[in-house]
């Protein structure tokens, strides 16, 4: 079970990977746009699989709350709170 559960943890953090990847990698490759747009619908198909499977793993109500803490509008929120101090 423990073995699940890190695997669980491997996807859900290799999700936000290609997102990465299509906005910082992918946009300076020497490719066409067509090139691109294929490597970009592959990463972020992958990038689907990894995350829904890691909800199947892990369920529903842990990864809610670790998506919430990397939701921009938290983060946001959480500068702002930090610069007034």
Known sequence: MQN??????FLFIASFVPWVAI??????MPLSLAEKTTINIILAVGA??????????????VVAKYRRYLSPRYLWKKIRNFKRK
């Open 4 to 9: 699940l559960q890190k695997l669980g943890w």
């Open 23 to 28: 906005l910082f990698i992918v946009p300076f």
């Open 48 to 61: 689907e699989v990894c995350f829904w499977l890691s909800v199947v793993i892990l369920g529903k109500e």
